[in-house]
């Protein structure tokens, strides 16, 4: 009886070649992801052009960079009162929103020495802290008027008048555009309240800075007008 040879080389499994056939589809794959992560367009255009017959040409695109849009008054508001808060207490001033105007009010027993427009400390940083919002807004949409109201004074009217200008004279010295500001008294005319008491009438005591913004840029198209004075990018697509 012939004896049975043996195998000089042992046959592989059959799983082995699934496996390495399976090694070979994931190396594949993960070759496909890497080159189309640094994938170039234009060689990828002209490779795709170059079976499909047709001219390779590249055109130019101009993209406008619009300027920016300007701020609307309840953040200008926001932004004052974020930093005047820090230097003011809650009690002395007031900020509200009218429309296209932002209202400042500062009360006088806080704003000024006693009797007198000379302005005391804390309102002095926080006039400098104004103004640095004032400096940051666009200089031709912007008007500042500056009144003054007073009560219980002998003179009311020459005293609201200098507490005005006080404030005007200050934010002009921190830098804020002369031309813009306007500076008026009223002396006791135009309360706030009526009622005949002593807190209410020194509420009525005050300087109030009035922010109106002439022109606010709320939507694309008015941006859009003044995007020819723009610089402009040149990207390739």
Known sequence: MPRKKKEEC????AWIISFSDLMSLLL???ILLYSMSVLDIKKLMKFLWYFQGEEVTFATKTVAILPPINL???DIAKEVKKRIQRVLP???YQIAVIENYVLIRLFNDITFEEGDYRLTEKSKKALKDI???????????LEIRIEGHTSNHKNPWNLSVKRAVEVAQYLINTGVDPRKISASGYGDTRPIYTWNHPLLNRRNDRVEILIQIKKVRTDLSDAKKGAKKAPVVTTNQ
């Open 10 to 13: 042992p046959s592989a499994p």
């Open 72 to 74: 609307l008054p309840k």
């Open 28 to 30: 594949t794959f993960f």
């Open 90 to 92: 809650i009690h002395a």
């Open 131 to 141: 103004s640095q919002v004032l400096k940051a807004l666009s200089k031709d949409d």
